[in-house]
């Protein structure tokens, strides 16, 4: 069995849908990125889908970039050791050819549909696609709604947290993370994506696939609203500047600014945040049974003024009901967007020529296989 990875490029939040598709493969590291272009229902997903099998069959790990719009369905794979990435490059997260040819190459799944068949539901398509945007915009208005609570508890927070004992407990941690670590010339490497989504069946999380070989787990609950990103950005910085790479996985409702999770690989240490929405057991780590992993449990609790939080005790509660409520909505809208969705989706399916998609993809096996073999990477 394959060593695999589940996490989302993009996601839903109060800005829209968000893109960090950008950081997936950096055009110098990549050996190939190919783009699937093709409308709802092409197949584009079943294609990547049947790619990832045949390379997971033969143990090679990869990293499955799962769509917000609907968690079932991927939005692109990442053949880790080859350095291929194959990714959905239609609408809302369009990703084009930036070195055509060199790196990058574009397949067209529309060159296998019934054209004619497609345009006789023309008007239908139209009016769905007008009514899934409609379900999006309120969606995102809930979503900005929500984002305006969270900013009260964020504030509420901000007042009784104990800086001092915090900053403290920062420092410690990054003298035994980065011990043995010296300085580097160059800069290490920053990507960014999300380990959570908002989607239409719920706030879901892929955590634990992120851990399987991770020695070092801190696993830091804090309450939603918490506002742990510089927290995290010291420790970030701490291994840029020692010229390591690191992973950053942000917050669905600060997705440019608030770092909920790190990981950095090249020393086996992840930092993650847990509250009521991305909760986990310390067991449901992805290959770990606590023999071959430390993990650190931190409360930022413990770090917050007691007091404070007895005197507003009434008003977080109230605040996190709300909060509640008005993600359950966005969660509704989200839903009845992926449904509408699914209606476009039915108009093209049965005009789709899935057999030479299928062989297409087999091409693309034996492509891969043959241009990127190990040695070929690496000499």
Request: hydrophobic share 35%; glycine share 8%.
């Amino acid at each position: 069995m394959s060593e695999e990875r589940h996490y989302f490029p993009g996601n839903n939040t109060p800005l829209g849908f968000f893109s960090y598709y950008g950081h997936i493969l950096g055009q110098r590291e990549a050996n190939r990125i190919i783009c699937i272009k093709g409308g709802p229902g092409t197949g584009k997903s079943t294609f990547i889908r049947k790619i990832a099998g045949h390379f997971a069959a033969k143990g090679e790990p990869i990293d499955y970039l799962h769509c917000s719009a609907d968690e079932n369905s991927l939005d692109g794979i990442v053949l880790k050791d080859k350095k291929v990435a194959i990714i959905d490059g239609t609408s809302p997260h369009m990703t084009d050819p930036v070195t055509p040819g060199a790196v990058d190459k574009i397949i067209n799944l529309g060159e296998f549909w019934n054209e004619d068949a497609i345009a006789a539901n023309k008007d239908t398509i139209i009016d769905l696609n007008e009514e899934c945007s409609r379900w999006y915009r309120i969606a995102y208005n809930y979503l900005n709604a929500a984002k305006s609570v969270y900013r009260n508890l964020e504030e509420i927070y901000n007042s009784c947290a104990e800086d001092s004992e915090i900053y403290k407990l920062v420092a410690g941690i990054i003298d035994r993370v980065y011990t043995d670590s010296e300085i580097s010339i160059m800069a290490g490497r920053k990507k960014k994506f999300f380990a959570s989504a908002i989607t239409g069946e719920g706030v879901v999380h892929h955590i634990p696939s992120l851990l399987t070989d991770m020695k070092q787990i801190y696993l830091i609950n804090s309450p939603v609203g918490y506002p742990n990103s510089s927290f995290m950005e010291i420790i970030a910085e701490g291994a840029i500047y020692r010229g390591m790479d690191i992973e950053a996985f942000y917050c669905s409702m600060c997705p440019g600014e608030k770092m909920e999770h790190l990981l950095i690989p090249q020393i086996g240490a992840a930092f993650v945040t847990l509250n009521r929405y991305h909760d986990m057991e310390p067991w449901e780590i992805a290959g770990g049974d606590g023999s071959k992993q430390e993990i650190i449990l931190l409360d930022m609790n413990d770090h917050m003024n007691k007091s404070l939080l007895e005197k507003d005790a009434d008003l977080i509660g109230s605040l996190n009901e709300e909060y509640d409520i008005l993600l359950n909505k966005t969660v509704k809208n989200l839903d009845k967007a992926r449904q509408t969705h699914m209606k476009v989706e039915s108009m093209y399916v049965p005009n789709m020529n899935f057999t030479q998609i299928s062989n297409l993809a087999e091409q693309v096996e034996e492509e891969l296989k043959r241009h990127f073999r190990p040695e070929f990477i690496n000499r």
